[in-house]
């Protein structure tokens, strides 16, 4: 156990110096021997966890996931609560959101999916984990009756066709006031599907 635990704290290790270089550098201009120079070691090293770039393209895709995944935080051992629910649209429609990873890499990445099964699938995994983590917190407010979805799982699917249409759209805004505009939009619209009027949701509803 011990052994596998320190490979995988060495890997995520080497997993986010590859990500801070592809970030500066461009993944195309990124390579297992400047990852190991900025990290002062020996390639073979890195060869050693990751044979290929590919290898770490598909470690790096999981780590995305994992950070994604975060939003997605309910404290009340008893299931999501409205609180929960709400912190969970207002960050998917925040700049923590959209600076939880590189856009630039997620696009890159994505673009891959359509010449590499592999990392297709991976993406696709990152798709449906998260609109299956909200489908979950929706569906517990609907069994408390704190909202009333007919469908969550059409309603997650939806907000996050917005999500993903956002940052798409926004990447190319270059205007502060505009940007934050719109993404107050998605928002909103987010917050109709769920049949949520956000500006009227009490402190006390909040706590709950």
């Not at 070691?41 to 290898?55: A, R, V, W």
């Not at 990445?109 to 983590?133: P, Q, V």
């Not at 505009?178 to 619209?189: C, M, T």
Request: with cysteine; charged share 30%.
């Amino acid at each position: 156990m011990g052994r596998k635990s320190l490979k995988e704290a060495r890997q995520l290790e080497i997993i986010k110096i590859f990500y801070k270089v592809a970030k500066t550098e461009g993944y195309e201009n990124t390579s297992i021997a400047k990852i190991a120079k900025v990290m002062d070691i020996n390639p073979s090293l890195i060869i050693h966890y990751f044979e290929t770039k590919e290898d770490l393209t598909y470690g790096l895709i999981d780590y995305i996931l994992e950070r994604y995944l975060l939003i997605y935080t309910i404290k009340n051992k008893d299931g999501a609560t409205l609180s929960d629910l709400k912190k969970t649209i207002d960050m998917l429609f925040s700049k923590k959101w959209n600076l939880l990873f590189d856009d630039g890499l997620f696009y890159t990445f994505y673009a891959l999916a359509f010449r590499e099964k592999k990392i297709k699938a991976k993406y696709k995994t990152i798709l449906d984990s998260l609109r299956f983590a909200l489908t979950s917190m929706i569906e517990q407010c609907n069994q408390k009756d704190l909202i009333k979805v007919e469908d969550a799982k059409a309603a997650a699917d939806l907000i996050f066709v917005l999500v993903d249409g956002a940052y798409f759209y926004l990447s190319l805004e270059s205007d502060k006031k505009a940007y934050a505009e719109r993404l107050d939009y998605y928002k909103s619209k987010a917050y109709q599907i769920l049949g949520v009027d956000a500006t009227v949701l009490s402190d006390s509803v909040l706590s709950s």
